[in-house]
């Protein structure tokens, strides 16, 4: 599965997002060390925090079908607006939070940036994060 196979998945999962108060759609696309691709997008709830973005949708699709030990090999995101546009978009920090969960040091990332796609890993992305 390439870069690009993933970022045609997000795209996929983008079209299902649930997003009436934002009118962002956002869809994820994961590979895990196993070789599985579980793809999520937003799902947003009148009560605002309940909401979800689309990477840890993903990604809690993934554990539930791969189990406790599934590891995050990359992840690909990307977005539109109502418009259609895509803008440049990096993961919130609570999706990267439950990103380092499960991720190795070199566990890459794609998202929209200013200039085209950033890649880069969950590691740089969450410097010092929290563990014990
Ligand atoms: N959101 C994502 O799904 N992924 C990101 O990378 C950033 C923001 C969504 C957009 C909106 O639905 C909000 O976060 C809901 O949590």
Do not use: W
Not at 35 to 56: P, Q
Not at 106 to 128: A, C, I, N, R
């Amino acid at each position: 599965m390439t870069e690009i196979d993933l970022k045609a998945k997000a795209r996929d999962a983008m079209a299902n997002a649930y997003s009436p108060y934002s009118r962002f759609k956002v869809g994820a696309a994961i590979l895990t060390e196993a070789g599985n691709v579980f793809t999520g997008c937003n799902v947003e709830n009148i009560s605002y925090g309940l909401s979800i973005c689309a990477e840890r949708n993903a990604i809690v699709h993934a554990v539930a079908v791969e189990g406790p030990g599934m590891k995050l090999k990359e992840i690909v995101v990307t977005n539109h607006n109502e418009n259609g546009d895509s803008g440049a978009c990096s993961p919130c920090g609570a999706c990267r939070q439950f990103m380092i969960e499960f991720s190795s040091p070199s566990t890459q990332v794609t998202y929209p940036g200013e200039s085209g796609d950033v890649v880069t890993t969950v590691k740089k992305l969450l410097p010092e994060s929290f563990r014990f």
